[in-house]
């Protein structure tokens, strides 16, 4: 079961990347591994995140950052830009609960819906968000900032044609 979502701590960041490196790796055989390995967040891009307001982690019981998600805008959406639990905490809810947190404050800033690109072929990446109301997005229907980024993706070596963009329509029904 997961503990509590809550803002990242500035002496936090320097634990993040170590959550993502152990997140990908469980990417390990898969075509997309080298490329998530090669091209991690850097700490700007977190710093920027913490200035924003828009990077959460997710605090286990024991009180173990767990895991984060950074978030950004993106066209007219909300950007779920990272989002990544550390194996050592997986299957607990932390990754659902960081996305519905992001979701609640998506949706408290007016943001009409929110946007990311994934893997469709790994069970906790494009099922997983299906699962909390994406869609999948045609390129055609995507928005220039979020279609610069698929490029920018295909650019860095991702299997594009594993790669997804998706979203999800918010509203305070």
Do not use: K
Request: proline residues 5%; contains cysteine.
């Amino acid at each position: 079961m997961a503990g509590c979502i809550r803002a990242a701590r500035a002496q936090e960041l320097a634990l993040l990347p170590g959550i993502e490196r152990r997140a990908g790796a469980l990417l390990e055989g898969h075509v997309a591994q080298a490329a998530f390995a090669a091209h991690a967040l850097d700490q700007d891009a977190l710093r920027d995140g913490l200035a924003r307001g828009q990077l959460w982690v997710a605090q286990d019981e024991d009180g173990a950052c767990a895991g984060y998600l950074l978030g950004g805008q993106l066209d007219d959406g909300f950007h779920v830009q990272q989002m990544d639990v550390d194996p050592r905490y997986a299957r607990r809810g932390h990754g659902r609960a960081l996305l519905r947190h992001a979701r609640a404050a998506a949706l408290a800033a007016d943001f009409p819906c929110m946007l990311l690109t994934t893997l469709r072929d790994v069970p906790w990446n494009a099922p997983f968000y299906a699962s909390e109301g994406f869609v999948e997005l045609p390129l055609a229907q995507c928005g220039p900032q979020l279609r610069a980024t698929l490029q920018q993706e295909a650019a860095l070596g991702f299997p594009m044609q594993l790669r997804v963009a998706m979203r999800c329509a918010l509203s305070a029904d």
